[in-house]
């Protein structure tokens, strides 16, 4: 039997639960959860935001652990290794999406807490070409959000070509912008942080941002005009999203890796005039993980966390749903 915390109804509190997950399947992996990150889309699957939760539903995908068995199948890995696992838990491996190396494009990818039972547990399972032995350099505590947070972020860099000599800027200096800014600076950008929190100033230049732009300001935008060639948002909010097109450099991109609450409303003549681009993209490819942990481990880049018992799960849920993390809470099992 798995020991776990589930919800049994939308905005519910979490309680103890177990179930059993049956005979381990001959390309799975069972892991031996040892902490497991709190992802803002944890909440918005507790709360069926998404209108696709099913109950009961245990959350957590930013799952690191010891392997404790495999399926007869499984040879890139062995018991005993120390591995993480994230929003993503299967992918067909045929489609040509997988086929090109495109796994978290895959259209019927599985993910690790949508129909199945995620990582705020003792042990979780999930298919081996999805689960990541962790380089030993790493700091196990602190690594599980890199797993979601991490290479939300992570990945736009790879994708949309970010160069060392870039002059990028990222929107939001929370969950996702602190480590953002870790990752930009590594990668040698000359990086702006944009915050609507002034007394963010200062970390934000600790984490790497070179300059600080307080977005409350009304000016702020236009004394940035034609200055960068990527901007990042990780933000879910409605913003001026023109005044960032009209603060991109010719060729520049904006880049959403957070969900706006309403579709966006730009003007096309400035995207035309200067050739820009609006885009998205989702977490990064099986490839693409591995690379952010070489990279993460080199750099020695990790998030900012705070920690909690696998018991006080409803605390720290609590906690983040009223804004209060600075900036990923963990929970250690």
């Known amino acids: 039997m798995i020991k776990a915390y589930a919800v049994h109804e939308a905005r519910g509190q979490l309680k103890s639960f177990e179930y059993d997950p049956g005979l381990l399947g001959e390309e799975e992996i069972e892991i031996n959860v040892e902490y497991c990150g709190i992802c ?27 392997i404790g068995a495999v399926g007869n199948r499984v040879k890139t890995v062995s018991v005993g290794q120390k591995v993480g696992l994230g929003w993503f838990s299967r992918s067909c491996l045929t489609c040509e999406w ?86 930009l600076h590594a990668w040698g950008c000359d990086v702006t942080a944009f915050s609507s929190s002034a007394d963010k100033e200062a970390e934000a230049k600790q984490l790497g941002a070179n300059h600080f732009v307080n977005s409350r300001n009304d000016n702020a935008l236009k004394e940035v005009e034609n200055s960068f060639d ?46 820009k681009t609006v885009s998205a993209s989702p977490l990064g490819s099986p490839t693409t993980i591995a690379q952010m942990l070489d990279f993460a481990t080199r750099h020695k880049i990790e998030p900012l966390i705070e920690v909690f018992p696998l018991d006080q799960v409803n605390e720290a849920i609590a906690k983040l749903e009223n804004g209060q993390p600075r900036y990923r809470l963990v929970l250690k099992v």
Not at 42 to 51: A, H, I, K, P, R
Not at 121 to 143: C, G, M, Q
């Open 40 to 66: 803002h889309s944890d909440l918005s699957m507790l709360n069926n935001e998404w209108g696709m939760s099913q109950y009961p539903l245990v959350p957590g995908h930013e799952v690191v652990g010891t």
């Open 98 to 183: 997988c086929v090109g190396g495109d796994q978290n494009l895959c259209q019927t990818a599985e993910s690790t807490i949508v129909g199945r039972h995620g990582g705020f547990a003792d042990k979780v399972r999930a298919h081996y070409s999805w689960v990541f032995p962790l380089p030993p350099e790493i700091n196990l505590e602190t690594a599980g959000p890199l797993f979601c947070g991490g290479i939300t972020v992570f990945n736009p860099i790879m994708e949309c070509g970010i160069k060392s000599t870039d002059r990028v800027g990222v929107i939001g200096i929370g969950g996702l912008g602190h480590m953002a800014l870790q990752f």
């Open 230 to 275: 990527f901007i990042l948002s990780t933000v879910n909010a409605d913003l001026d999203w023109n005044g960032y097109i009209n603060a991109l450099r010719p060729k520049g991109r904006l880049h959403f890796v957070g969900v706006t609450p309403n579709p966006l409303s730009v003007q096309i003549f400035p995207l035309i005039l200067g050739q």
